[in-house]
């Protein structure tokens, strides 16, 4: 339980960090080398104002099609791996939590909760994200996987054919170590409440992995052997094949530069969407949200251009609509959200964000998702004094 009512994702952010063992904490929150993409990712939604219209009087409704389906507000949740060590069957509790709150939900080919176990407790496969791997026979094996447990989307991530650098990772060992380092263990013991709720499924690893030979045992050895099985020299021919071969829509995850969208769209490729990994693998490239107007602009109407990285708050969804996204991933602040009260927190993290954005959409004059995707980059302006973002997001 939240020990005074979180009005916030930032206030779920930080009993999360009160929650976690410091190392899970960071493993969350930490983003690639300096941080620099990390910070700007939620500090260029600052630089764009909403456009308010007083007045209108009309009833607001933030619904809207997202990965396919419509949703009470256009957003789902995006795939994030290891959710089931911030709280027990951590990928089950996100997606039922996702489902209350009428929106989907992308399962992580990292989860701790296999494929197997998820489908049957959550009844929808909204989307499932995959890594194309080195072997291309276990590639096959887990898009088989996904294939019979009746997913509908398949997202495969395109920005890590490295895993990302994290130095707080790094200094806790997590990814390098081979097991549980004693300063890992003192960590975990020091917070009690994470530990009382944790300690049967501290022997979990990745849940889609586990029988695979050489893959060890315990998350610390098989995240670190996983990493190492990323297929480093992924091409657009590689990622064509597999839409080739999924039968249902393919998203394309992890593009910021316009060519690379055309290429997406090229190889047939039902929608993109517009991240930077929350910061988490190129540390200086630009914010997701200076990268959208550009593509949006170019392309949309062509493939559902989705945009993930940096929103913590229903305004910077209204933000991201109107500079051309068809709907939103959330990322942490759902996962803080998990990790400090499971499915009720994520259940509350979802409530707060759309009644964010409803009161930013009623305050802002703009009626539905179609009404601000209409009117456009008219719902927002930028502040003045940043003209080298004016002429990143294309405003003149
Ligand atoms: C991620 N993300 C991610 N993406 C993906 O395609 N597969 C994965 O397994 C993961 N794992 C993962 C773990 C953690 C701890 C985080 C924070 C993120 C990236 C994720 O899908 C999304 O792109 C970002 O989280 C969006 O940025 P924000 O909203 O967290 O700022």
Same mark, same amino acid.
């Given at each position: ?5 979180? +009005? ?15 190392? #899970? ?7 690639? #080398?300096?941080?620099?993409? #990390?910070? =700007? ?8 104002y909403i456009r308010q219209k007083v007045l209108r ?18 957003? @789902?949740? +995006? ?18 939590? @996702? ?23 959550? /009844? ?75 300690? =049967? ?17 315990? #998350? ?24 080739? =071969?999924?039968? /249902? ?63 913590? =708050? ?5 933000? +991201?609509? @109107? ?13 803080? /959200?998990?990790? +400090?009260? /499971? ?17 930013s959409m009623s305050l802002a004059g703009v ?12 719902c927002v302006s ?15």
């Amino acid at each position: 339980m939240l020990r005074r009512t979180a +009005a916030s994702v930032h206030d779920y952010r930080l009993t999360a960090q009160s929650i976690l063992p410091r190392t #899970l904490f960071e493993y969350v929150d930490g983003g690639a #080398l300096d941080e620099s993409t #990390l910070a =700007r990712n939620t500090a260029d939604f600052e630089e764009i104002y909403i456009r308010q219209k007083v007045l209108r009087g009309e009833k607001v409704d933030p619904a809207g099609p997202v990965l396919g389906h419509i949703a009470s507000f256009p957003v @789902a949740l +995006a795939p994030i791996g290891s959710l089931g060590m911030l709280y027990p069957q951590g990928e089950i509790l996100a997606f039922q939590a @996702a489902h209350a709150a009428g929106i989907g939900a992308c399962l992580s080919s990292f989860s701790v909760c296999s494929i197997e176990e998820v489908m049957p407790e959550v /009844g929808d496969g909204d989307a499932f994200q995959l890594y194309v791997l080195k072997d291309p026979g276990r590639t096959e094996e887990i898009l088989a996987r996904a294939t019979a447990a009746g997913f509908r989307n398949l997202v495969i991530t395109v920005d890590t054919t490295h895993p990302g650098m994290r130095d707080r990772d790094l200094r806790n060992g997590y990814r390098s170590a081979a097991r549980p380092s004693l300063s890992m263990l003192l960590d975990c013991a020091m917070h009690p409440r994470w530990f009382a709720r944790s300690w =049967r499924s501290l022997g979990r690893g990745l849940g889609n992995f586990a029988h695979w030979d050489g893959v060890g045992s315990g #998350l610390i050895a098989q995240a670190a052997y996983m990493s190492r099985q990323l297929k480093t020299d992924l091409t657009w021919s590689d990622i064509e094949a597999v839409v080739k =071969r999924w039968p /249902g829509r393919v998203v394309v995850k992890g593009v910021t530069d316009p060519e690379d969208v055309a290429r997406a769209i090229g190889i047939g490729a039902d929608g993109v969407v517009v991240s930077n990994h929350g910061g988490r693998q190129l540390d200086g490239v630009m914010s997701s949200i200076a990268a959208l107007p550009v593509i949006a602009s170019r392309y949309s109407g062509e493939v559902e251009i989705l945009f993930d990285s940096g929103i913590r =708050r229903g305004s910077h969804l209204l933000k +991201a609509l @109107a500079l051309g996204a068809d709907g939103c991933l959330l990322g942490r602040s759902y996962a803080y /959200g998990l990790a +400090a009260a /499971g499915a009720d927190g994520v259940i509350a993290v979802l409530e707060m964000l759309r009644k964010e954005l409803t009161m930013s959409m009623s305050l802002a004059g703009v009626t539905s998702v179609e009404d601000i995707k209409k009117r456009h980059m008219a719902c927002v302006s930028l502040r003045e004094a940043r003209p080298n973002v004016s002429a990143l997001v294309g405003f003149s």
